[in-house]
């Protein structure tokens, strides 16, 4: 397995967010990770790329602990988040977005990948010098992740992509995430809309308040109509 | 309208060395929310080395590279001592802290070198001035002023141009974003360190040149007035920061030349006053400036 979070806890001060929390994503795949609000899906997702650091538990990728890891050099190392409310540097131009984000990549290298996001999100190129705070949240959304691809990452992790977005773009990232695993890329994705994005996916995981309360494959879960009223509360 | 172009000259003069400084102060609060009180004091270690070497009569020209590296060295070493040890601690605690290096650095000098005065002589071109017209120009001044408009425009540029000026953007805006992207925290934060202590190292070459003295608590007055200066601007605006500074200066020579000459002790206290107002009017400084999350 590329990616492998080992009864992994974290706590904000006295509060608990994550009990114990186990997952794991193999290569290739495309793996969901559902619950309600303030289940603790974001504070996973940073606790396995550093920006927060478990109180106990490991973090394995690519078969090196990284618990705890600098961020920065995850990313160097092919590990990449792309954040919830996609957080792009609004006072840089969107070519400005995409260069920083190819930091970790040698310099040579920087163009190509820029070239390769521009004919990937068509969108990003006629706004290429604008800044970045003129995109719309869709428009954004795909800045984000160009971003993060701009580091050709062995494994994508991917926070909230549809939040905030209107049906039509919802479509678009669905259409990506459809894309991403088309090239074989290895996708750990959070969303809100569970049933449609447990569709897609190979593999899911239900986290609440916490902890892990079911797990299988993607499709499965997507049918199991107790965990959406149990757990999960709608699609 | 002589003396208003004369005094626009000298407050210019003045006002780029607090603009220099503001800069610095203004693009490390960007990066780790700190207000650094101790900037100041990379001023006072160049006006020491100035002193050491020109008591051995080593040439001006040798001496202000020098003081400018020491600034930088010293800005870069006191990150990596103090700053980087409390970097994801509260604001208020990077401020105690930057206080803390001030009062060090004050005794440190006191105790090390002497709590009166070094004097050393200000070189002839420090107070040479030439007449053009109706006006009196110090060619010092006209040296400052181009000075800074190069420092300005190189900042401008590199912010734009380089990585290393993205990072410290994208690092203004959203501190973990640009984590995430892969900009390494020390290197950036150590890296801003540096930018503001090479602005700062000049600032004070400006400045000391015509200075004539080192002594231990130097530092702090023109600290405060680019502090203000900063927050004039807009704290994290660097383009607020210039205008800042150059607006406090040009204050400054303004009102000393209009008060009367009882009043004129009383310069600081009437340019604070007009600060004060510009502050009820608008308290967010000239520039607004985003709010990022913290580190």
Known sequence: MILEVDEVTTRYGALTALHAVSLHV?????????????AGKTTLLSSVVGLLRPASGRVRFDGKDIT?????ALVAAGLALVPERRRIFKDLSVADNLRL???T?????????????AELFPVLRTKWDLSAGFLSGGQAQQLAVARALMSEPKVLLLDEPCLGLAPTMVDVIFDLLDHLRAQGRTVLVVEQQAQRVLGVADRGYVLRTGSIVAEGRGADLADRSDLFDTYIGGS | MTDFVQNLIDGLGAGSTYALLAVGVSMLFGVMHLVNFAHGELLTVGAYVIYGMRSKDIPWVATIPVAILSAVVLSMGIEFVAFRRVRTASAFTLLLTSFAIEILSHAAWRIGVSSTPRRYAAPDIAFKAVQWGPFNIEVWDVVSIVVAVACFVATAI?????????????ASEDFDAARLMGVRANRVISGA????GLLAGIAGAI?????????????SEPLLKAVIAAIIGGLGSLQGAVIGGLALGVAEVFFRSWLPSDLQGLTDSFVFVVIAVLFVVRPQGL???????RV
């Open chain 2, 207 to 219: 400045w000391l040149v015509r200075r004539g003295q080192a002594d231990p608590r130097m530092g």
């Open chain 1, 105 to 117: 990549v040698a310099k040579g290298l920087r163009k190509q990948r820029m070239d390769e996001m």
């Open chain 1, 68 to 72: 705890g890891m600098d961020p920065a």
């Open chain 1, 26 to 38: 193999e290569a290739g795949e495309l793996v969901a990770l559902v619950g309600p609000n303030g």
């Open chain 1, 101 to 103: 984000a190819g930091t």
């Open chain 2, 193 to 196: 360190f540096a930018f503001a």
């Open chain 2, 158 to 170: 590199m912010l734009r141009t380089t990585m290393f000026g993205l990072s410290i953007r994208a």
């Open chain 2, 287 to 293: 520039f607004n400036v985003q709010t990022a999350e």
